[in-house]
């Protein structure tokens, strides 16, 4: 998309009260963002949608960061720094507020086509331009108390076809205060050990 973000997640751990956002603009134009906060979740099948009433709950991460700049202009190949930092209220319940930091991409003004000459007074030029807005989402997590989360994996089905195991399906389970974020990885087993990683 021309815009690379280093980290793609933001996690203040309890303590932890300031981080950074680092932007790369790869394409060969300079580009320019606004910054913001929304609130969205997770749901159960990976997909990520906005909270409808907002205002109903909370509080959110975006509710105690302070962040700079909120505008940014970056031009070709160039570099940008958002630095993040965060104020958890007093009397802050433990546990895990969420927010998504967007940076939405201003679109410059299009260059026109040079207009063809109308071959009479009846004859109407249009000129139309289609540009595509780029808006980036990446989430910020504010922790805090101790965590107490664990992972745990059941149900366990091999999809087999055509004799051999295609697929692996199975349900991943979290328990406890916070989000986790990992990869899972599957190992031949031998004997009682593990063997290489498929």
Do not use: C, W
């Amino acid at each position: 998309a021309g815009l690379v973000l280093n980290p793609q997640r933001i996690v203040l751990q309890d303590r932890e009260r300031s981080a950074s956002l680092d932007l790369l603009n790869t394409d060969d134009k300079a580009g320019r963002y606004q910054i913001y906060f929304e609130h969205k979740y997770m749901k159960e099948d990976g997909s990520i949608v906005d909270i409808e009433n907002p205002e109903q709950g909370g509080p959110y991460a975006g509710d105690m960061i302070r962040y700079s700049p909120r505008r940014v202009d970056i031009p070709a190949g160039g570099s940008q720094t958002i630095r993040i930092a965060a104020r958890r209220p007093k009397g802050l319940a433990e546990g895990e507020y969420l927010s998504h930091l967007v940076l939405k991409q201003i679109p410059q003004k299009a260059d026109a086509n040079s207009p063809a000459t109308p071959k009479n007074d009846e004859d109407i030029q249009l000129n139309l331009a289609v540009q595509p807005v780029l808006k980036l989402a990446i989430p910020v997590i504010v922790r805090k108390g101790a965590s107490t989360t664990t992972a745990s994996i059941s149900d366990i089905q091999p999809i087999v076809q055509n004799e051999q195991v295609e697929e692996l399906h199975f349900s991943l389970h979290r328990q406890g205060n916070f989000s986790l974020y990992g990869n899972v990885e599957l190992y031949e087993k031998n004997g009682e050990q593990l063997g290489s990683r498929i």
